[in-house]
């Protein structure tokens, strides 16, 4: 099974040209892109693609959310769809590629595809899902949450931007939220394929241009408070101290230290604060950050029980307290081993090199991979940088994975 | 040698009355003190003092940095003078004991010991030192300094308070550096001779009414800063990272470790910034401060030189670079051991608990002792708390620490 369309056939630009314009919208001084969920770049850009897709022959249509589809009906009519796409929201000041590639990759996938071979066996949707990132308002996923059912009975007034606006202000601003559109929950989903920037550096440090992800990992977050008593630096003898920045350190190094005894789980202590925060007195409070992340749910479980007995110990043997207060629990998810093993083949077959490896960032993916079979693909991100106008990936690499996108689209809706 | 003064026959009130009285000017909402450098509360206690040195029989006198001088001349005309005291100024929102009990105790010895046995064979100056705390502008000592010269060729121009009042002008307001006064520089000084609350707990802990000091710690400040890479906290492998707070930690518990190994060392990471300091990004840049003290220079030079050695090790170890800069380096400086050996000796004579110790603290002593023969006295600090409102002695304390200065100054000066 593959297509007829070699590399060489594609109008070489046609990716970059796309990602471009569509960093036009929302465009920063510094050359980044900020579109947030439901402000006026979103939704020029959300417009944008709707007329892109139509343009093109794709029916376009707006869910209730804001997610737009592009859709191409099948031949088997009866089959439910192939959902294909990524998000179109960004950070503030975030970078060209992450969410909009994806969306990118897999509209001129299906547009070739259909240039080449007719209408698919199965109906595809392309979307360009409306939210993933969290950067407007405190919850994320919105897009593909709702899609999937999992914000059903969320009310959108709870949740307030920076500027005091409701998130259902906002989304009935944009022209969402009121019913006009169909609602956004679907059951009739086959799988859902998304490509992605990688957003770390594994896939060029290993040559690759193409990531198969086999699981997104699971994530705990915790607030670690270490509480001693502040004293005098000069005339506290060691012995007396209560030193919440000595106890936080032998923590924090050796959450760091036993982290490296798994190839693929990951801890991150990545904010701290101190109190009073004086060169010349001890630490009575120190408060740090704690992210742990591995694929395998197990693996997860052990090492944050292990972790927090071992603060726990620390805190005794230096007579400070330790409370640990987690506030983000997220479950591994798997990606669909049918889908992956066929990736991989699909790569292989065409001279991509590959990869197989574990997503340590969240996706939409990871919330469609709840529910249906799901593939998650990356593109290599150079230096690994993302969320910044520096984020990039080469023009070959992008071509690859809209080349890895076509061959896979082929084996599953043609 | 010994008075016939016994605790019973002084008036149990005095000390603590006194104390009271000199916490007034510049009291705070919540019962703190404050009297900066100079300023309106600073000026009225100085010259509240300068009354009640007048009243009492003491010769008042200004010299022209604001130090204050209540003089009794000496019987033996040609000696040069005990100088006894403390200083005037607190931090901002103090306590009622720091300086103010040192300028007290000396006070009520002398004139007690006036009272009892007429003037002293050598002249005695109790003395109301302008500054030592460094609070209102950013130098220290601000009134030994002067005496010992220590400041000569000092602009006080080039001192800028928070509201961008330079040390000259602030001077000049409150009626000093205009030459109308003595020129503060003395060379005429015997001996120095102070009492000061603690600020830490090791009396409290030993069950002492008294410390004798025999050297004032030695003090290095660093700051201490960490150079890696920022990166993504869920994409990033362990093995490809460069996280400065991994380095730092392990640097941290390192120092915390390793200063135990000496009975009278401390070191304190009391200051400590991330960046980007957030949860799920891997810290680029660690800086901590580094606070170092002990009363000898070799044990310190070798402990400091120990520790630089080890961080660029830990550094080289994990990828990332170290910058170490020293901002603050003071010497130890040693109390005159005959005056520490009679301090001890009238404590036994007279049953007052005492412990020989050392000042983890700067003081005033220190400025003297450089040049001539001192000695520093402590009375207990409940809990160890100092600058603060909180600060306090209990009365038994307080009466002790008077009766051993009026036994003291009784064997230098009568």
Redesign the interface.
Known sequence: MSTDLQASEVPESETLRLIEWLASFGETEDGGTTRLLYSDSWLEAQHAVFDMFQNKGLTPFFDDAGNLYGRVEGTEQTSPAVVTGSHIDTVVNGGKYDGAYGIVASFLAVTRLIEAYGPPKKTIDVVSLCEEEGSRFPITFWGSGHITGQYAGKDPKDYIDKEGVSLETAMHEAGFGKKQYPAPHRTDIECFVEMHI?????LE?NGCSVGVVEGI?G?R?YHIHVTGES??????????RK?A??A??????WI?RE??KD????????????R????????GH?VF?L?I?HHEQDVLDTFCSSVLTHLEETAQHYGVSMQASKWLDVSPVSMDSGLTRRALEQCSMHSIPAHPMF????HDAQVFGNLFPTSLLFVPSHN?I?HSPQEFTCREDLEKGVRMMTEFLYTIAW
């Open positions: 990688e957003q770390g550096h594994v440090q990992v994530q977050r004293n005098h630096a000069g005339t506290t003898p060691m012995t007396f030193d920045m000595a936080a350190s032998e923590m924090i190094h760091h982290a490296f190839d693929y789980l990951v801890a991150t202590v990545g904010q701290i604060e101190a009073p925060n004086t060169t010349n007195v001890i630490a120190v950050s992210d992340r997503s340590g960032a969240g690994g993302s």
